[in-house]
């Protein structure tokens, strides 16, 4: 009896914790859906535009048009520009490359309904020539386009380089015409050359913001002067060190010209000796700190010893120092003599001679350095502690190879971690390997 009034008991309980339950869904339910839709089955159809087009967003751009197709709402709001502002057309050759490619037929739905609501604009291309041929005839069709930020990237070998210089001219001419108002272009490793960037500042000088055209051999030191003569509102510019001048720096200089807040310079050398590097003068490095103090100057070096003799053999303002490639100790020692502003400074090889002394130069010298790197190159544990016992806690970046030091009679590597971990006031280990 006992057992059958037990049983009865859970019976009778089963039932209320199911409805409590489903109260407890309801609730929840209803505090996003509204009651009156909880008498009926969900209609994904009546969610509001908002609703939808926040769903949208989180979405791959093919889910987003599979999802297009539920019903015609959800097509709707497919269509509505805000989804359209921003793109990345991906393009690649399905026999050659792994990557994937944005369809064609969404190409052409993308240019004849929404080429008017592209504004922030990317084209991804693999190494094929095809592709990036593929990228020109696309930009060649947005005539009706109000883009502000363009991007061209090569996902492995410069690919824009291969297309005839005309065909890429033509095909930003309209996009610079038409525009109007771009903010920000990055073309890094492409064809363009001095009469594209004409088109660029007579359509967009009150706009542009950033231009980044590294590797850009056709550009030559009068074309980039065009635009910072005429473009004042330029804030961020990359280029190669070959058309870097003293008149652009002074033109960047100028009362008209706003602050510049970021200059990146590759010096990039592919054979030894066929390139000779000329001398920026001190003068016009002042113009453009005085200008624009707070400016970051970074300067990334892909050189060959013998190819260092025209750089810092006076005061420059350069922040941030990146080798590529093996530099001499005297090189080093230039930097920790002429660099007072500097920041970061990333080796990537040196030799088989300690960098004792120019490390302590650098700690003494550059009171703002806050990171450094170090890959193949020999640093004694005592020369390495002097170092960081100088720079103290202010170093919030350093990254050394484990075989880049060599112990000593005083430290063991043991003994190493420790004594950094002290002066950094934070735990300190070696590098097994490169982390920049």
């Known amino acids: 009896m006992k057992r059958a009034r037990e049983k009865a008991v859970v019976e009778n309980e089963a039932p209320q914790t199911s409805q409590k339950s489903k109260k407890q869904k309801t609730c929840l339910y209803g505090s996003v859906f509204g009651e009156s839709d909880l008498h009926t089955s969900m209609d994904w159809g009546s969610l509001p535009h908002h609703v939808i087009l926040r ?9 987003r048009a599979r999802a297009s197709s539920v019903c015609r709402r959800w097509n709707e709001v497919f269509h509505i520009p805000d989804l359209w502002r921003k793109f990345e057309f991906e393009l690649s050759q399905p026999a050659t490359s792994y990557l994937k490619s944005t369809h064609p037929d969404l190409i052409q739905q993308i240019i004849k309904r929404h080429a008017d609501h592209l504004q922030y604009v990317s084209f991804k291309v693999d190494s094929s020539t095809e592709s990036a041929e593929a990228a020109c005839d696309i930009l060649s069709q947005l005539v009706n386009c109000s883009i502000k930020t363009l991007g061209l990237i090569s996902t492995a070998k410069p690919s824009f380089m291969n297309v005839s210089k005309a065909h890429f001219a033509s095909a930003l001419t309209v996009v610079f015409v038409n525009s109007k108002s771009l903010s920000s272009i990055k073309i890094d490793d ?8 004409k088109v660029l500042v007579a359509n967009n000088s009150d706009t542009l913001k950033l231009l980044k055209m590294s590797s850009c051999p056709h550009v030559s030191p009068a074309g980039i002067l065009c635009v910072a003569d005429q473009c004042h509102g330029l804030k961020e510019l990359a280029l190669n060190y070959y058309i870097l001048s003293d008149e652009l720096l002074l033109a960047l200089s100028s009362e008209k010209h706003v602050d510049l807040e970021h200059l990146r310079i590759d010096v990039v050398s592919e054979n030894p000796g066929q390139v000779e590097f000329h001398t920026i003068k001190k003068q016009s490095w002042d113009a453009l700190v005085k200008h624009s103090p707070k400016v970051n100057i970074v300067m990334y070096f892909f050189l060959y010893e013998e190819e260092f003799d025209a750089f810092f ?5 350069v922040t941030h120092v ?3 490639r093996a530099v001499s100790k005297a090189m080093l020692g230039r930097i920790g003599m002429n660099c007072p502003r500097l920041i970061e400074l990333v080796v990537c090889a040196n030799g088989l001679q300690p960098l004792d002394d120019e490390l302590i130069r650098i700690a003494e010298r550059c009171k703002n350095l806050t990171a450094m790197g170090l890959g193949e190159c020999e640093v004694t544990c005592r020369g390495f502690i ?3 016992k100088m720079c103290g806690g202010r170093l919030t970046q350093l990254s050394i190879m484990e075989e880049v030091l060599i112990p000593d009679n005083d430290y063991s590597l043991d003994r190493l971690h420790l004594e950094v971990s002290k002066h950094l006031g934070r735990m300190w280990f070696p590098d097994m390997m490169p982390t920049w």
């Open 313 to 317: 053999r006076e005061e420059t303002p």
């Open 55 to 63: 769903i949208f967003q989180f979405l791959p751009l093919v889910d």
């Open 190 to 197: 492409t064809p363009l050359d001095d009469p594209s960037l």
């Open 322 to 324: 990146y080798f590529g």
């Open 386 to 388: 002097e170092f960081v």
